[in-house]
């Protein structure tokens, strides 16, 4: 719990809006105008969508996009938990679940990477009536044809770490050969953390990155008027980029 708190509730802290939230209260405090425009200033930048993009641009790389073809066989396709919450008034799993990471976990297992298909159990300890995401994903699957005995899922889990000790766990009891292989989905984003962070556990990782947000042509960014606008949606996904340098931080800094 310690853990979950520290590696999402303290990027909150130190996002564009944490901060520009921050100066404004010691503004209140100290009275000095330098602490509005560096306010100012934060939220022009971060609400800009050049920015934003290069931002995931960089979180992005060097991932690709991959055709489950060229994609060599493992022991089992591990599908990362999205963090996704139930919006209100839903009651449809595929309202819930992320749809990039579970739908590519079902194409590699229908292709024949693996025969194991494995999700971890992320959940929410701030919202205990969520059930573990793994749970969800494994529901969905069987009611699309994927055989009980191929599925399996973690624990409960609270982050990429103890996800990849889960899964340590599970392919101890499970796979029986030596180094064990896995072909790891998750956001493009997270998967250069998420790789680092299951191979300190001494697992192989196939990466395939899902889910990917910056536009790859750079040149279209530049043209288009609405990049250069502020606006709430660029701010919002200068933010999500933040966390996810923060989290990265985070966890180098641990390991």
């Known amino acids: 719990m310690n853990t979950y708190l520290l590696t999402k509730l303290l990027p909150l802290i ?4 944490g901060s520009i939230l921050i100066l404004l209260v010691i503004f209140i ?12 200033i934060i939220l022009i930048i971060s609400s800009n969508g050049l920015f934003s993009e290069s931002l995931w641009r960089l979180l ?32 449809k799993i595929i309202e819930w679940i992320d749809p990039d990471r579970f739908l590519a976990g079902i194409d590699l297992y229908k292709a024949k990477k693996s025969n194991k298909l494995i999700f971890t159990g992320g959940v929410n300890p701030l919202n205990s009536n969520l059930p573990p995401e793994g749970n969800i994903y494994v529901e969905e699957a069987i009611s699309m ?9 973690t624990y409960p889990v609270y982050n990429t770490f103890e996800e990849a000790q889960a899964i340590k766990k599970l392919l101890s009891k499970e796979i029986t050969s030596g180094q064990k ?8 984003f997270h998967m250069k ?44 996904r200068s933010s999500m980029a933040i ?7 985070i966890y180098n800094a641990w390991r």
Request: without cysteine; glycine residues 6%; aromatic residues 6%.
């Open 14 to 17: 130190f996002s564009p809006l």
């Open 243 to 249: 966390r996810e340098i923060i989290g990265r931080i």
């Open 181 to 188: 292989k896995i072909i790891l989905v998750t956001s493009a």
């Open 145 to 153: 044809g994927i055989p009980r005995k191929d599925l399996l899922t």
């Open 60 to 91: 992005e790389n060097p991932w690709t996009r991959l055709d489950y073809s060229v994609v060599n066989s493992a022991d089992g396709i591990v599908v990362l938990s999205g963090g996704r919450h139930l919006p209100p008034g839903s009651t």
């Open 193 to 236: 953390r998420a790789k680092k962070v299951f191979e300190k556990e001494g697992i192989k990782v196939l990466p395939y990155p899902v889910d990917f947000k910056s536009n790859r042509n750079l040149i279209s960014s530049l043209r288009n008027p609405l990049k250069w606008i502020p606006s709430a949606t660029n701010l919002s």
């Open 29 to 40: 405090i100290r009275k000095k105008i330098k602490l509005i425009y560096s306010a100012l």
